[in-house]
């Protein structure tokens, strides 16, 4: 099982990013990404269902960043817009077959991709 995010830069504040992750090994019914800001505790931002109908997001991203996935390829997208110099973090994607899990402690974790938002 393995979860291989990419996607994340350099962007100014205002602009767009979009991170992805592809997994391999198994399908996982709940997807999600999480990050973590410079000394802070890595926190939940959004996950999505299989079938795309649950997105759940942290209230700070609301109305910015928006989940998707892509089941034929096994991939989960994070479009980030509106970035804001507080979104600067590395984002972790995750993955599990249950769903209180995704929100909080996931079984299956990527490795991060670093997303900095410039002034």
């Known amino acids: 099982v393995q979860l291989q995010a990419s996607g994340g830069g350099l962007v100014q504040a205002g602009g767009s990013l979009r991170v992805s992750c592809a997994a391999s090994g198994r399908i996982f019914y709940y997807m999600g990404w999480f990050r973590q800001a410079p000394g802070k505790e890595r926190e939940f931002v959004a996950s999505?269902?299989?079938?795309?109908?649950?997105?759940y997001y942290t209230d700070s991203v609301k109305g910015r960043f928006t989940i998707s996935r892509d089941n034929a390829k096994n991939t989960v997208y994070l479009q980030m817009n509106k970035l804001e110099l507080e979104d600067t973090a590395v984002y972790y994607c995750?993955?599990?077959?249950?769903?209180?899990?995704?929100?909080?402690?996931?079984?299956?974790w990527g490795q991060g991709t670093e997303v900095t938002v410039s002034s």
């Open positions: 995750a993955a599990d077959s249950v769903r209180a899990n995704i929100w909080s402690n996931p079984t299956y």
């Open positions: 999505i269902d299989w079938n795309g109908d649950g997105t």
